[in-house]
């Protein structure tokens, strides 16, 4: 199983960015994907889930309205859509997964403790 994260770089403020998030090794439709992101300084914050299946998803109170994941089963990929972009979303953000456990994203989607597979990071920064 691999994550590979990918869509990064540098935007200014009120701009837009898309992630990209491509698995192999499994089914990524069937399974719950989450967004985290790392801040110099600060700990790790559940951005957004996806649960498989076209199930519920969720999202951190500070990116909703602004942030939105999507699919591509063709491409096995997942994407974390990101408008109007803020100088505090500067991050180098995760995609991960715990296949082959979980489904549907839950009660506590933003626990990374319980991720088993991680995406290698990509950064975002957002100038002001």
């Known amino acids: 199983v691999q994550l590979q994260a990918s869509g990064g770089g540098l935007v200014q403020a009120g701009g837009s960015v898309r992630l990209s998030c491509a698995a192999s090794?499994?089914?990524?439709?069937?399974?719950?994907i989450t967004w985290f992101r790392q801040a110099p300084g600060k700990e790790r914050e559940g951005v957004s889930c996806?649960?498989?299946?076209?199930?519920?998803?969720y999202s951190a109170d500070s990116v909703k309205g602004r942030f939105t994941m999507s699919r591509d089963n063709a491409k096995n990929t997942v994407y974390l859509q990101m408008n109007s972009l803020k100088a505090e979303d500067t991050a180098v953000y995760y995609c991960?997964?715990?296949?082959?456990?979980?489904?549907?994203?839950?009660?506590?989607?933003?626990?990374?403790?319980?991720?088993?597979?991680w995406g290698q990071g990509t950064q975002v920064t957002v100038s002001s």
């Open positions: 090794g499994f089914t990524l439709d069937y399974y719950a």
């Open positions: 996806s649960s498989g299946s076209g199930g519920r998803a």
């Open positions: 991960a997964t715990d296949f082959p456990f979980s489904r549907l994203c839950g009660g506590r989607w933003y626990d990374g403790n319980r991720r088993r597979y």
